[in-house]
């Protein structure tokens, strides 16, 4: 007997149906390599809508895909592991968390998300951590077990699941976005076409979130190469200056469709197995952002000419820190900068200095509700 379609392993299996979670539905149900993908949500209409809405999108495109949405609470292993296990997932893309940065944006006074933004958004880690850790202890229990890409804050969280279970392939975004706007910008300056424009950049999370809100890259340092038809014209080009222009540009609208591209690119990748060049962050483990190839199985950083890895290394952690977290240590440990965690006492009450991967799941809870408490009160 035939296996069906619903029998078969699902290409993609989306976790979390928010705003980059669902426009990676959207825009993976238009590919030729994708004729299944599994969504889930804590929300099961928004799952099944979400899914019900990218099959008749894919259909105005003459792509006959199935998607299929699920309600699932994440946190609940009991409830995870027989339906992750039975849809046998190709490639996982994880976009679940427990609160979101557009969310404290909106619900918080601009003072209090500039606070937080200045501080360290590294503060609310355990919220971005928690779901990512349950469902890589599923994953760590199949077999083939399924690569993971990760998109929330993958320069910081994918150290800490590196360090309690099988490391995440790649997180998506953030550096990756750096690389695109760079991309389109020296394309329009020299008049060359995109394609032909490789930008290899070594940065953390920290560097694009700067660039995002003032224009530059603060604190944080990075490192930038562009090539042209192979030739490097870094020399010839003020690469703070276009990212500021980019970064003008873009500000005032939602960005979470360009990150969940990121995703998507990251997710063909590893279904077609052909080591797409891209840029990732947290690559297997590793803090910030690095140019890298990508294949269904393993993932190799590509060497940045005039940058060894010593220096990589040092510019990531810099970035690191001035995203509010110190260190992470050897067993998963996160270390709090100092001024991190004076804002999250001050405006949120919560304690924090050091914080080992057993008390992520407490503390992420802690999180959620002291944000919905903060935005409830105002802000």
């Not at 895909?65 to 994440?74: A, K, P, R, S, Y």
């Not at 893309?93 to 979101?100: D, P, R, Y």
């Not at 200056?241 to 590893?270: C, D, F």
Request: net charge neutral; aromatic share 4%.
């Amino acid at each position: 007997m035939s296996e069906s379609p619903q029998d078969r392993p699902v290409d993609v299996l989306v976790t979390g149906a928010g705003a980059v979670g669902s426009h990676a539905v959207e825009f993976l149900a238009r590919r030729a390599e994708v004729r299944r993908i599994a969504v889930v949500d804590l929300d099961p209409a928004v799952a099944s809508g979400v899914a019900w809405r990218a099959r008749l999108g894919a259909l105005q495109e003459r792509s006959d895909v199935i998607v299929e949405g699920f309600g699932l609470d994440l946190s609940d292993l009991e409830a995870a592991r027989p339906l992750i296990h039975r849809l046998r997932p190709r490639v996982v893309f994880h976009a679940a968390t427990m609160l979101t940065v557009p969310e404290m944006a909106r619900g918080l006074k601009p003072e209090t998300f500039a606070r937080v933004r200045a501080d360290g958004m590294g503060g609310f880690l355990a919220a971005h951590i928690c779901l990512a850790m349950k469902v890589q202890a599923v994953l760590a229990a199949m077999s083939p077990r399924p690569p993971m890409i990760t998109a929330p804050f993958p320069d910081f969280t994918n150290q800490v699941l590196a360090r309690v279970g099988p490391a995440p392939i790649t997180g998506i975004g953030n550096v990756d976005n750096m690389a695109c706007e760079l991309q389109a910008m020296v394309a329009e300056k020299l008049a060359v076409s995109a394609l032909d424009v490789r930008p290899m950049i070594v940065a953390h999370h920290s560097v694009g979130e700067w660039f995002q809100r003032s224009g530059s890259a603060g604190d944080a340092p990075w490192f930038a190469r562009v090539f042209v038809d192979g030739a490097d014209v870094t020399d010839r080009l003020d690469t703070t200056a276009l990212m500021a222009e980019s970064a003008r540009r873009i500000r005032g609208v939602h960005q979470e469709q360009r990150t969940a591209a990121s995703g998507v690119k990251a997710v063909l990748a590893v279904l077609r197995d052909e080591g797409i060049y891209l840029h990732s962050a947290g690559p297997l483990g590793r803090a910030g952002g690095w140019p890298a190839r990508l294949w269904a199985d393993r993932l190799e950083l590509v060497p940045v000419p005039g940058l060894d890895e010593g220096k990589a290394v040092a510019i990531n952690l810099a970035g690191q820190r001035a995203g509010g977290v110190e260190s992470i240590e050897a067993d998963g440990t996160i270390v709090y900068a100092e001024r991190c965690a004076k804002m999250m006492e001050d405006l949120f009450g919560i304690h924090l200095s050091r914080l080992a991967p057993g008390d992520i799941e407490r503390t992420a809870r802690s999180l959620r509700a002291a944000l919905t408490a903060r935005i409830r009160s105002g802000g």
